[in-house]
């Protein structure tokens, strides 16, 4: 089971930026693949984006490549989410998640077996 704290999230304008991040323990961080996910009010919970064990896998969801970044630090055992260019629509729960087992990158949230407990983005006009 992994430990999972999320921060760094706020209110910001639209055009803006935030970096989230996620910090981990409890399982060897380097064996966990990362998925970041997102809630907003009245909707399902979204798939972000997902890094392998080692960083050089990742992958976004349509609606944020381009402008969200995933990356991790094996050394602080800790995931980030840069987001950039925010929109409105990108107002939400951030959740970060980890899988155990297979490196996998994961979209949906069956995929993954731990979670932090979020941290909310509100983008204003």
């Known amino acids: 089971q992994v430990h999972l704290v999320e921060s760094g999230g706020g209110l910001v304008q639209a055009g803006g930026s935030l970096r989230l991040s996620c910090a981990t323990s409890?399982?060897?961080?380097?064996?966990?693949?990362i998925g970041w996910f997102r809630q907003a009010p009245g909707k399902e919970r979204e798939w972000v984006a997902a890094?392998?064990?080692?960083?050089?896998?990742?992958m976004y969801a349509d609606s944020v490549k381009g402008r969200f970044t995933i990356s991790r630090d094996n050394a602080k055992n800790t995931a980030y989410l840069q987001i950039n260019s925010l929109k409105r629509e990108d107002t939400a729960l951030y959740y970060c998640?980890?899988?155990?087992?297979?490196?996998?990158?994961?979209?949906?949230?069956?995929?993954?077996?731990?979670w932090g407990q979020g941290t909310q983005v509100t983008v204003s006009s």
């Open positions: 890094i392998s064990w080692t960083g050089t896998g990742r």
């Open positions: 409890g399982r060897t961080f380097n064996t966990v693949v």
């Open positions: 998640a980890a899988r155990s087992g297979r490196d996998y990158l994961g979209r949906d949230v069956t995929d993954y077996d731990s």
